[in-house]
């Protein structure tokens, strides 16, 4: 983990892509702005964490599902033949 000190209004770089300016900073709270491609997603760790626990939850209840189909009787995919009997009229 590198740990910086920084002034407001100074800037921290990542990978030539991702700025961070430090906008405020007084008491217990700071300000930040961060810059980054589209592709990059950035989270407050709250959030983050919601996601990771809904993901989770979704993979969960895929297996469950699985688990159900392999708790129901097999049955026979093939169609059933119909027998058709055709009765001719007497000559």
Do not use: W
Request: a positive charge.
């Amino acid at each position: 983990m590198l740990i910086l000190s920084r002034k407001n209004g100074q800037k921290i770089i990542i990978n030539d892509n991702i700025e961070i300016t430090i906008l405020e900073s007084k008491n217990d709270n700071c300000k930040i702005a961060i810059e980054a491609p589209k592709d990059v997603k950035v989270y407050r760790e709250e959030v983050y964490k919601q996601i990771k626990s809904s993901n989770q939850m979704s993979t969960d209840s895929l297996t469950d599902l699985s688990q159900l189909a392999d708790l129901m009787p097999k049955t026979n995919d093939e169609p059933k033949k119909k027998t058709v009997i055709i009765k001719k009229k007497p000559e």
